[in-house]
């Protein structure tokens, strides 16, 4: 068999889809297409290549297509109501999306690995001249208003495991499980949220035209040192943070369905498989004491460009 037929007959033993909500299937499907998919360098839409690794979403994408033909029939019975429109695919013809591959391909990266931040150029123009950096609290990110690529509760992991995998067992009078009552409930939905509301600097591992479209931006920031550029936002931040628990780390990514990796996991690096595809690394500062309410900070760290240089975009004309 080759692979797509592996990848079949694996889902055909375990159907671990066959939980989910016609619409939660759906929007599996979206997150897992979005994942990949890619913009190539001539201005394309791509698929993942099985040269840049394990082809891991594409293993998943089967598998949603076998449950998706299961309940509705053989393609395109599936795709009928044309549900995969809400994919948040970029456009890769658009002017912004040229102009961010060119800028892409002229860029030189440094050997060793790097963190970008991607935004608007006089905002990044003011970072990399004073430094100067906004420090959000993890709660603004759940505002509606946010587009796609930002939008998210940063404080709540939700998962739907099979729950064929769970065992529900009530607690008697004498605050026992009574384990003779267990049983396995049609449909399972656990949440984790933290203690807390945080700050956390986002950041990318990854320069990506597909970014700059995502993210609406017209530059980034290429840091060059990123343990550097850390330290000196941590120093400022202390201020601020003081006493409080600081970390920087690159976010794991879990699926929902599968969440084997989410023991002993937070939600302070751990975030939903769909934003895979930004590779995000962030800085975080937790308060020891729980705190509801936060407001940004706003640092002056100054000159950044020992470390870093601004990448912008050219205009249409460029």
């Known amino acids: 068999m080759n692979l797509f037929e592996q990848w079949q007959a694996a889902y055909q033993l375990r159907p671990y889809l066959r939980h989910l909500s016609d619409d939660q299937l759906r929007q599996r499907a979206i997150d897992i297409f979005s994942n990949f998919t890619r913009l190539t360098e001539d201005g394309k839409i791509g698929l993942e290549s099985a040269d840049e690794g394990p082809p891991f979403w594409a293993a998943k994408w089967t598998h949603v297509l076998e449950e998706l033909q299961t309940r509705f029939g053989p393609h395109p019975a599936p795709f009928v109501d044309g549900f995969m429109k809400r994919a948040p695919i970029p456009d890769p013809s658009s002017e912004l999306s040229r102009r961010a591959a060119y800028a892409v391909r002229s860029t030189r990266l440094p050997d060793r690995p790097f963190l970008v931040k991607y935004g608007k150029s006089n905002r990044l123009e003011a970072a990399l001249t004073h430094g100067r950096i906004r420090i959000a609290p993890a709660s603004l990110y759940s505002d509606p208003s946010l587009n796609h690529a930002i939008h998210d509760d940063e404080l709540t992991i939700v998962v739907t495991p099979d729950p064929e995998k769970v065992r529900i067992a009530p607690v008697s009078q004498s605050g026992e499980l009574d384990r003779e009552s267990e049983f396995t409930p049609d449909s399972f939905e656990e949440s984790l949220t933290a203690k807390t509301n945080y700050y956390v600097f986002c950041l990318a591992g990854d320069l990506l035209?597909?970014?700059?479209?995502?993210?609406?931006?017209?530059?980034?920031?290429?840091?060059?040192?990123?343990?550097?550029?850390?330290?000196?936002?941590?120093?400022?931040?202390?201020?601020?943070?003081?006493?409080?628990?600081?970390?920087?780390?690159?976010?794991?990514?879990?699926?929902?369905?599968?969440?084997?990796r989410l023991e002993g996991a937070n939600p302070y690096f751990f975030k939903h498989f769909r934003f895979t595809y930004q590779r995000e690394y962030r800085l975080a500062w937790i308060p020891k004491t729980p705190a509801e309410r936060l407001e940004p900070v706003h640092l002056e760290i100054g000159s950044l460009s020992d470390i870093c240089e601004l990448v912008a975009l050219a205009g249409p004309d460029g």
């Open 209 to 260: 035209h597909r970014l700059f479209v995502d993210f609406d931006s017209d530059a980034c920031l290429l840091i060059r040192d990123g343990d550097e550029f850390a330290n000196r936002v941590s120093s400022a931040m202390t201020a601020h943070a003081f006493g409080w628990h600081y970390h920087h780390q690159p976010v794991n990514y879990f699926d929902p369905i599968r969440p084997s």
